[in-house]
């Protein structure tokens, strides 16, 4: 008999949701066992599942959500010690049906091949599943140009945002001629509600260092940056002790392989700045100096770190060339449409049933990832609009769901496919409230060098927040198109090229949400604060006094068993007395 | 390079490969509006007023930073293209403070003048008032945060030309900010040399001359005079601001130079200061502790009278300026050695520049210019500083120090027997006591020209072992020869030793830089610095001085004057403690008044110029010491001296200069 595995998932939000805990309860209770063997592993996707335990006995594999201690013991009892499986909890079975196999069998795992199966901080489990494969064959049986040629054969472009062929990118750093080359991985994740580059980092930190080994190897550098987010320290830990072990194992360092080729790569924190996450400005910041985007040309293919060429590529990029290297670009290309190959990580937020993180074949509809992959709308509620890109992206309708996830298609919208962040709104949500968070996100984080997206976002904030508040008018709208075109236009850098695209694509296609707004003076999700008002229908009130005592501002009044009533100028709009009203007395108009 | 053609506003336009777009227009006369860019400053496309249309490309090009291509063709007026500068001009203008009526700079600002050129006499926007400070710490300059449209120029300025690095942005989005240092005032930086660079290009009020302001716009003023900063040996080229007859602001002219159109705090504040100073108007004679006005005859006549006696007697002297033009220092020349040949003649600071003449002659003998143009500091891979400090002396050198060491990456090395003027960039710092200057310097020049091991008792040894390493392996080395140790003159022969040894060879010379504080210290060496050191020593009945009352005498003038029987001081200004020496005092033009030429450190002669009518009834040098040999009974011997002829040829390239043996002491 095989000896039964434990695997906890204890990346970031494994453990944000209690994974700690239940993994000391289980290493407690099994340490000493001969037929047990409990890891930690990275994330799997399932984050709003999380804590997840799989349980692999007799070539079974069974994951379990939501786990306490109180469940972790009895998984022990009755699945590891009894064979007995604990139904009402499974979340994926891969024997039998479970509730999560539809969602993983969408999915086409190429850059999460190993994120949540492997323990990260075990180099050989990560050579078990064919680590270090691309970069021996690349070195061994390939020259840099067959590397290269490989990568524009597969059709990868860079999953940081832009799209650009990675092929291409390596092209121009390989044709510079200099003494000494940089190969960065752009490991900065600096949209708000992305947390994809994190998970490869923390689940599968040796397939980031693997493509940049390869990616080294074709462009002929010797010297490679991680420039991570300080707010990342999992990440920076799993990558610290992969980097030990890749040198150890020789997959690192001077002569690697005995091929002749070295290379090596130290870690960058960065300080958590959004506009750090640009190339030219993350440049800066690796020099020590200010992080602040310069113009282009000189790019830095040609004139990066230092003034030599220096190529950057996103983490997400990077995870896929081992896989492309050793099963070759036709496998990689099969997936996706057009000039989109490959797959892309979404991760998946807001409004639905099941969030976390998907990796999709490229082309797949909207409709098909939020309402297959992600499960749909809770409540039953209606779709509203989808975010894509996060504060670059735009917003879709409906109608456009049936746009497949392709550079072009996504463009074609105003959207972009950005980093992979995407939130799913329901009807609750309002559009300009939406606009106003992507923005005042972006308007914090302009570098500060262009007037037009330094002192022009906030200007569209300013807009937008009178909107918010009933005082905007119809030229408050025209000025608002009229700068967001120019600051896109006009900007140096992709933050600002790219800061009005909320606000640009909710404009165009949720254009009545905004007059209700400056029309009727009404927010039709009821969000924005000043336009609503919460009253206590006297019909339905029962005097239990509830809100009244949960109000944090005391704006109710009302004895017992009598009616109740808000004051309207006290009233915050928290919503705390539709919360706690046991009859729903309580309506915002 | 390669000819380039490009069609700009369908005019065709004639320019050079690697030329940007704006670069282009600018050769061939179209304007193109334009705010953080400056030249002489690297364009980092941030205001993006210069944006233009490119036919065959959808994006707006910034047109300071994008390279111009054969063929392309440019559109830089269009009305799309105005709209998006006005906007630019309208989200700056309600940004911050921008009530122009409240403001020093209104009618000298560029971005006034954008916006009236643009047509901007609204906003749509609710003013922002962010409430940043105003920093009124610095006794020099004013900066008020309220006005800065963060064009950078500043911080460019700063570390690309001054290299202080005191300017820098701090925070992001909106309240994005000019910062110093590390958040200190300006008047408590630590790194700002006062230098006002940062106020001459800054094109709002935000960086302001507390001097200047209020004094006359630019364009209010009555004359605009292009001259050379006369206060020290590097003569920087200057823009003079005159109104109602004074100097209303001085500005740096050679922004695409090497200097960048710096200037140092001296030339900056001193210089508009001097126009302000009390004159001497008018000659005067000592009657007890003090003057009384005497006519130019009377005076004349009693100074000559004085002088005759005195160089009957073998008893008289005359020290001169340094800060004399050319020109001037021939008339001395003609005077007090073909004239009167007087065998006590000097100049001020006469140890200095002595030290420097004996120390170089047997390499000028060779033929050989012993010193290079100062600016070729900033192309150096290791500068060597012997017992100098550049900011006190040369200022604008220790600008070129600090940017080639930071910003070109070039190595730093300091030999002193003070404190080290660079700390904190100085890759390798000796201290030597000044008995034991000149034996480091043997040591060295042995270690590098014959490998000999290096050990000077009492020295850092492996401190020195690094230095000769450096000194080897160095390509283009500069040596920083300071006053102080040029008062040897076997130091400067020896050190001169070095810079062969080390091959630093430039095309005009070797390269040494002589800290020589006054303007016109080469031209001095070359005509009025005596053989031997007498003042203090000798035994005056009578001396002459000169002094442009620019900058304080030395000590050692001063106490000659003092022991000196008679005293006539020929000088512009009622400056103290000179005039209390005198025994007849003869007024002089002020150096706005003058013209003439310095022989520069830079490798260049170049001209002073007036830059204000004298206003009063002056005599020149030339009428007054006609007149006061005439009144001696003796014939001027006018002979043709030029001060500067032989000191910018050279007869042999600098790499066939060979070493010179130095006794050893
Ligand atoms: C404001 C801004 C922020 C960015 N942040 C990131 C980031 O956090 N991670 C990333 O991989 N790329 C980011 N990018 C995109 C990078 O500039 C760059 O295109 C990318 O790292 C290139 O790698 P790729 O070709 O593999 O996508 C950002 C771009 C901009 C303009
Ligand atoms: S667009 Fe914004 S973030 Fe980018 S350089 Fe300009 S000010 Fe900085
Ligand atoms: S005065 Fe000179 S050194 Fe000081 S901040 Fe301005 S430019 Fe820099
Ligand atoms: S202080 Fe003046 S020069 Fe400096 S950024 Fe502000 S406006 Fe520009
Ligand atoms: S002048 Fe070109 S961007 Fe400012």
Redesign the interface.
């Known amino acids: 008999m095989s000896r039964t595995i434990v695997k906890v998932g204890m990346a970031s939000c494994g453990i944000a949701a209690g994974g700690g805990p239940v993994f000391d309860k289980l290493h407690s209770l099994l340490d000493g066992r001969d037929d047990v063997e409990v890891k930690k592993v990275g994330c799997i996707g399932f984050c709003y599942k999380e804590p997840l335990v799989e349980i692999e006995k007799d070539g079974v594999c069974v994951t379990y959500g939501e786990v306490d201690s109180a469940l972790a013991e009895e998984i022990v009892e009755k699945h590891i010690d009894q064979g007995q499986i604990l139904k009402e909890h499974v979340v994926l079975n891969n024997s039998a049906e479970a509730p999560e196999n539809p969602r993983l069998e969408n999915q086409v795992r190429i850059v999460l091949r190993n994120t949540g199966l492997i323990d990260p901080e075990n180099i050989d489990e990560y050579i078990a599943r064919e680590g270090y494969r691309g970069l021996e064959k690349a070195l061994k049986e390939m020259t840099p140009m067959q590397v290269i040629q490989e990568i524009l054969d597969s059709g990868l472009r860079g999953r940081g945002g832009a799209g650009f062929p990675t092929g291409l990118k390596w092209k121009f750093a390989h044709l510079a001629k200099a003494d000494k080359k940089y190969f960065v991985c752009n490991a900065d994740e600096g949209d708000p509600g992305a947390f994809m580059d994190r998970s490869v980092l923390e689940g599968d930190p040796h397939s980031v260092l693997e493509g940049m080994a390869v990616g080294a190897y074709a462009i002929g550098a010797d010297e490679g940056i991680i420039y991570c987010r300080a707010e990342y320290p999992l990440a920076i830990k799993h990558l610290n002790r992969a980097l030990e072990q890749a040198r150890e194992r020789g997959f690192l360092g001077d002569n690697i392989m005995g091929t002749g080729f070295s290379f090596d790569i130290h870690i960058k924190e960065g300080a958590g700045?959004f506009?750090c996450g640009e190339e030219t400005a993350m440049i800066a910041s690796i020099e020590g100096k200010?992080g602040?985007p310069?113009?282009r040309?000189p790019f830095p293919a040609n004139s990066g770190i230092f003034g030599k060429p220096t190529n950057i590529n996103n983490v997400e990029t990077l995870a896929n060339i081992p896989w492309i290297i050793t099963h070759g670009s036709g496998e990689f290309s099969k997936y996706g449409i057009g000039k989109s190959r490959g797959t892309k990580v979404f991760a998946l937020a807001g409004k639905i049933n099941k969030g976390g993180l998907a990796e999709v074949p490229m082309g797949m509809p909207l409709r098909d990832v939020i309402f297959d992959v992600a499960g749909g709308i809770p409540n039953n509620r209606k779709f509203k609009a989808v975010q894509l890109g996060g504060p670059s992206g735009g917003c879709l309708p409906e109608e456009l769901l049936d746009t497949p996830v392709d550079y072009e298609s996504i463009n074609a919208t105003g959207a972009i496919m950005g980093s992979g962040g995407m939130v799913v709104m329901d009807e609750t949500t309002c559009i300009v409230d939406v606009a106003k968070f992507f923005l005042s996100f972006v308007?914090?984080?302009?570098?500060?060098?262009?007037?037009?997206c330094?002192?022009?976002?906030?200007?569209m904030l300013?807009i937008l927040e009178r909107i918010s508040e009933g005082n905007g008018s119809h030229e408050d709208l025209d000025?608002l198109a009229?700068?967001a075109v120019?600051i896109k236009?006009?900007?140096?850098c992709g933050l600002g090229q790219t800061a009005p695209n909320p606000v640009l694509t909710t404009l165009k296609y949720f254009k009545e949400e905004y007059l209700a707004h400056i029309d009727d003076k009404k927010c039709p999700a009821k969000v924005c604060t000043t336009l609503i008002h919460y009253s206590i229908d006297p019909e339905k009130c029962i005097g239990c006094t509830k809100c009244a005592r949960n109000c944090p501002v005391d704006a109710i009044t009302g004895e017992v068993k009598k009616l109740h009533v808000i004051n309207d100028d006290i009233c915050v709009r928290c919503g705390k007395c539709i919360e706690v009203c046991p009859v729903g007395a309580v309506t915002v108009e | 390079m390669s000819e380039i053609n490009l069609i700009i506003d369908g005019k065709e336009c004639k320019g050079a490969s690697g030329d940007t777009i704006l670069q282009v227009a600018q050769k061939n006369d179209v304007y193109i509006p334009t705010l953080c860019y400056l030249k002489g400053l690297t364009?980092?496309?941030?205001?993006?007023m210069c944006?233009v249309e490119v036919e065959g490309n959808a994006?707006?090009l910034?047109s300071c930073?994008?390279?111009a291509q054969d063929g392309m063709v440019v559109n830089t007026k269009t009305q799309k293209l105005f709209?998006?500068r006005k906007?630019?001009l309208e989200?700056?203008f309600?940004?911050r403070n921008h009530f122009c009526m409240f403001c020093s700079q209104s009618g000298d600002c560029e971005l006034q003048t954008l916006a009236i050129e643009h047509g901007m006499d609204s906003v749509?926007?609710?003013y922002?008032y962010h409430d940043f400070e105003n920093d009124a710490t610095s006794e020099d300059l004013q900066m008020d945060h309220n006005r800065c449209?963060?064009c950078?120029r500043c911080i460019r300025v700063c570390a690309e030309k001054v290299g202080a690095h005191t300017l820098?942005?701090e925070?992001?989005?909106?309240?994005?900010?000019i910062i110093t240092d590390l958040g200190s005032k300006l008047g408590d930086s630590e790194t700002c040399v006062h230098c006002g660079a940062c106020a001459q290009v800054c094109p709002t009020g935000t960086i302001t001359i507390r001097d200047f302001v209020y004094r006359g716009r630019r364009n209010d003023c009555d004359d605009v005079v292009e001259s050379i900063c006369p206060l020290c040996s590097l003569g920087c080229e200057i823009k003079g601001y005159v109104r109602t007859g004074s100097l209303t602001r001085v500005e740096g002219s050679n922004l695409e130079g090497p200097d960048g159109g710096q200037l140092c705090h001296k030339g900056r504040w001193w210089l508009p200061e001097s126009t302000e100073r009390e004159r001497l108007s008018v000659p005067m004679i000592r009657e007890g502790s003090t003057f009384r006005e005497a006519s130019w005859e009377e005076a004349l006549g009693l100074a000559a009278s004085k002088m005759k006696d005195a160089c009957q007697k073998g008893k008289a002297g005359a020290i001169v300026s340094g800060l004399s033009t050319d020109e001037e220092l021939s008339v001395f020349h003609s005077v007090f050695k073909d004239t009167l040949d007087l065998k006590y003649f000097d100049c001020f600071i006469g140890d200095i520049l002595r030290g420097f003449k004996k120390g170089f002659e047997p390499f000028v003998e060779q033929g050989v210019k012993p010193f290079t143009a100062a600016h070729n500091i900033t192309s150096s891979d290791l500068v060597l500083i012997l017992d100098a400090d550049p900011q006190d002396e040369v200022p604008v050198t220790a600008s070129y120090i600090r940017v080639n060491t930071i910003i070109n990456g070039g190595k730093l090395a300091n030999i002193s027997s003070a404190t080290n003027p660079f700390k904190g960039i100085t890759d390798v710092d000796i201290k030597v006591s000044p008995e034991k200057m000149f034996n480091v310097i043997t040591a060295l020049v042995k270690a590098v020209s014959e490998n000999e091991p290096i050990e000077v008792s009492g020295v850092d040894k492996t401190a020195l072992e690094e230095l000769a390493g450096m000194l080897k392996e160095a390509n283009r080395p500069v040596f920083i020869f300071g006053g102080n140790f040029a008062s040897d003159a076997k130091a400067v022969t020896q050190a001169t030793n070095l810079a062969i040894a080390s091959g630093s060879i430039f095309e005009d010379g070797l390269g040494i830089v002589p800290m020589v504080r006054h303007a016109n210290s080469l031209a001095a060496i070359n005509t009025v610095v005596g053989e031997e050191p007498w003042i203090g020593k000798a035994d005056i009945d009578c001396l002459y001085v000169s002094s442009t009352g620019l900058i304080p005498e030395d000590s050692q003038s001063l106490e000659a004057m003092s022991m000196a029987r008679f005293c006539i001081i020929h000088t512009p200004y009622m400056v103290h403690p000179l005039v209390n020496m005198a025994d007849v005092l003869i007024p002089s033009p002020a150096w706005y008044e003058r013209s003439g030429h310095f022989c520069t450190i830079e490798g260049e002669r170049r001209k002073l110029n007036t830059m204000v009518k004298p206003q009063l009834n002056l005599k020149g040098l030339g009428e007054i010491f006609s007149t006061l040999t005439e009144k001696m009974g003796v014939k001027l011997n006018r002979s043709e001296v030029q001060p500067c002829e032989n000191i910018f040829n050279s007869t042999v390239p600098a790499d066939k200069a060979c070493q010179v043996a130095v006794e050893e002491v």
Do not use: H
Request: aromatic share 6%; with cysteine.
């Open positions: 700045a506009v200010r602040m310069r113009p040309p308007q914090k984080e302009s570098c500060g060098k262009c007037p037009f330094r002192i022009g976002t906030k200007r300013e000025l009229e700068l120019q236009d006009g900007s140096l | 364009p980092i496309g941030s205001c993006r944006v994006k707006l910034t930073t994008t390279p709209n998006y906007q630019i989200l700056l309600a940004g749509r926007y609710p922002l449209i963060l950078g820098d942005l925070k992001r989005g909106w309240s994005a900010n």
